[in-house]
């Protein structure tokens, strides 16, 4: 159901603003309205408030600061850390003189640490790059100086192929190519060639972007074995060094993470209520504020300002005018076991304050075309441990338990349906089970079903027809609520013309012709000429319930196929297994196809006739939870 | 003959609505994926898009049933 709201004035003297905005907010029950002061009070002088320039700055000063504790916060490390007990506007001016030289000295600590992190890794894939090299050079004799080698690394193994062929073309066969994999996974390659052809290679190599192996200036000259001993020592140092600077933030954030923490909750709700105050109105003395808040809360919320500012501050009830609905705030509140449902409302723009929450109906409606669709025992019962095992979980989101919640209503319709259909993973499972159809068998009664399917849509559309009766009539749309009372019952005489027509000794024929003679021109007259395409409209929502018979019969002639399929197989084991997975694929679809289509019958078929959307969310000064 | 005939009668009423579907669903189901990139909070109305032209193979289905079961 919609909550009735309230519409509320709170005044008070203008300097006891500051304290009434922090206590709405701890109490966290009033949404606020700026904009323009309302016509009830606005005669009395009322104007937005004036911040003067003392206070804007002060507040500029609060965002300021909050920016750079937020800063600090995002460069040191969140151990876990003690309780900090001062007084934060106590401590505000000392911290804000503090905050530029900590943010300086942890900017440069961070600085220095990544750049470390950098050169651990770094040298350490060098020193694996080297030995590789070394791997590759050992048993060759470079020192006479004929031979020259270059150490490239390659981005990938398939490379070594094609610079084979271009070493070819450059040194007329005159070279030499190994590859090794490094520890890192790089592919170093050594090419050993003529001196002659050295700087040829290396320009080649150059412009086809292989990079040479690359080391610091002042390893060249070096043995490989030195180099490497060099590259793993620096690697080690640099790590040591690391790890000293991440001890010295951890005890920088043991120390003062805690009280930048509590300054920066303070700031949090401070800066919270000085922009609340952007939609309070003042007069030379008083402030006001205008907002909504749910009705049953405000005796509760007047006694609480009294026992809190003991007088001062007075709240007042207004009264609710038809201009005011378009502003009113919706909030939903429903009971515990249909809370889940408003996940499926909510997919929808709220509906309009004073209008129907259809909550209630969907969490009816929902499951019952689901189970009509699916209805088969073992299915339901699948999906009922499934949806049972996802609620059983200790850390869901609200949402998913919600989902499952629903999941697991569904489940259980389809168990109902199962049983009035005989059906357990199929009609023959049903069979097996000793199961008969209590109400029909669905493959082999298909105008029964896509009867019964008909009936339920009339049903369904036709509370939809009488509830939005009553929204048009009480919103004061009585031309629109007639045109919808015509519609109903132009549906009737059209059902009673079926069945007079089925049983003609019943009598029903003519007294349905009559109806439709007296109703057709009435519907004309209050819809104009337009009314019977809305007619029409009508009978094609209710047809469009077919759809249930449709994905029903789908439904169980998979499963009967799956059944056969298995049976054909010659092999238990096999005959498991080819029915389990079309099982599976049919519990899929079975899943799939019944939500889509029980939104679409609920969204299209249902909602149009009554939903009024466009309501606003009720988004009340509160604290909100970090 | 006559079998052949309904059969065929049958596979048309479900063939030709099936790929009318087909095609409406994929141009509905590409516009909607990129509204959904930008607009998360129209689910429902995409959902209500897509599942829409459906009902042409629905019923499409219902009357091939019908057709083969009630001729």
């Known amino acids: 159901m919609i909550i009735r709201m309230a519409k509320v004035d709170i005044v008070g003297p203008k300097g006891r603003l500051l304290p009434v905005l922090e206590a709405l907010r701890e109490i966290g029950v009033v949404q606020l309205e700026g904009g323009a002061p309302w016509p009830a009070t606005a005669a009395h002088g009322l104007h937005p408030l004036h911040v003067d320039s003392a206070s804007l700055a002060r507040q ?57 992190q950098r050169q651990t890794l770094e040298s350490s894939r060098q020193a694996g790059l080297l030995q590789t090299l070394a791997g590759l050079l050992e048993g060759r004799d470079t020192s006479a100086g004929l031979v020259q080698v270059v150490g490239v690394t390659l981005r990938e193994p398939e490379l070594a192929g094609k610079l084979t062929a271009a070493a070819e073309g450059l040194t007329g066969g005159r070279f030499h190519l190994d590859t090794a994999v490094a520890p890192d996974g790089t592919t170093v390659g050594v090419i050993a060639t003529d001196n002659d052809f050295a700087e040829v290679v290396r320009g080649a190599l150059a412009a086809e972007g292989v990079a040479e192996l690359a080391l610091p200036a002042e390893l060249a000259g070096l043995p490989l074995e030195q180099q490497v001993a060099t590259l793993s020592r620096r690697s080690e140092e640099a ?15 043991r120390r003062w993470l805690p009280l930048y923490r509590k300054v920066a909750d303070w700031l949090d709700d401070r800066l919270a209520v000085l922009a609340a105050a952007a939609d309070v109105f003042e007069t030379e003395l008083c402030f006001c504020v205008h907002g909504w808040m749910p009705a049953a809360r405000v005796a509760g919320l007047r006694d609480e300002l009294e026992a809190r500012f003991g007088g ?43 209008s129907i929450d259809p909550t209630p109906l969907v969490a009816f409606f929902f499951p019952l075309l689901f189970g009509l669709m699916l209805g088969d025992l073992g299915y339901g019962g699948v999906l009922a441990l499934v ?21 697991m209503a569904c489940a259980v319709s389809s168990m109902f349906f199962g049983l009035l259909f005989g059906e357990c993973f199929g009609e023959e499972g049903g069979q097996r089970l000793g199961l008969a159809p209590l109400l029909f068998a669905r493959s082999g009664s298909l105008v029964p079903f896509l009867w019964f399917a008909l009936s339920v849509g009339l049903v369904h559309v036709g509370l939809g027809l009488i509830l939005g009766i009553f929204v048009a009539a009480r919103s004061g749309h009585r031309r629109e609520a007639w045109l919808r009372l015509f519609n109903l019952l132009i549906l009737l005489a059209l059902v009673l013309v079926g069945v007079g027509w089925a049983a003609p000794e019943s009598g029903l024929l003519a007294v349905a012709l009559w109806s439709l003679g007296v109703t057709i021109p009435l519907l004309l007259v209050s819809g104009g000429l337009l009314a019977p395409l ?28 799956a059944n056969r399929l298995g049976g054909l197989s010659g092999s238990i084991v096999a005959g498991i297994f080819v029915a389990g997975l079309l099982h599976l694929f049919n519990l899929l679809l079975g899943i799939f196809a019944p939500t889509v289509h029980a939104l679409r019958l609920h969204y299209v078929e249902f909602f149009s006739k009554f939903f009024e959307p466009g309501g606003h969310d009720y988004h009340p000064l509160e604290k909100r939870p970090k | 003959m006559e079998k052949v005939l309904i059969a065929f009668a049958a596979a048309l009423a479900v063939g030709i609505p099936a790929l009318a579907t087909a095609w409406a669903q994929s141009r509905i189901g590409a516009a909607g994926a990129g509204t959904l990139a930008e607009k998360p909070e129209l689910t429902a109305t995409v959902i209500i898009l897509l599942a829409i032209p459906e009902t042409m193979v629905i019923l499409g289905f219902v009357v091939a049933a019908m057709i083969l079961l009630m001729v």
């Open chain 1, 60 to 116: 500029l000063w609060f965002a300021h600061l909050r920016d750079g504790i937020g800063e600090l916060c995002a460069l040191l490390p969140a151990p876990p850390l003690r309780v900090a007990y001062l007084d934060p506007p106590a401590a505000l001016e000392a911290l804000a003189h503090l905050l530029p030289r900590h943010l300086d000295s942890c900017r440069r600590r961070r600085d220095e640490r990544e750049g470390l």
């Open chain 1, 239 to 253: 790590r040591q060094r690391a790890l000293l600077l991440a001890a010295e933030e951890e005890r920088f954030a």
């Open chain 1, 534 to 561: 809305e007619m029409l409209k009508t009978i094609g929502n209710v047809v469009s319930y077919a759809r249930l018979m449709a994905i029903g019969l789908t439904s169980v002639l998979l499963a009967t196929v």
């Open chain 1, 312 to 354: 001062e501050v007075d709240l007042t009830e207004g009264e609710v005018c038809e201009h005011d609905l378009e502003q009113v705030p919706v909030l939903l509140h429903n009971p515990y076991y249909l809370r889940p449902f408003e996940l499926l409302v909510r997919l929808l723009p709220l509906p309009r304050y004073a």
């Open chain 1, 387 to 407: 949806a049972g095992g996802v609620m059983m979980q200790p850390r869901i989101s609200p949402t998913v338990r919600d989902g499952a919640r629903i999941l």
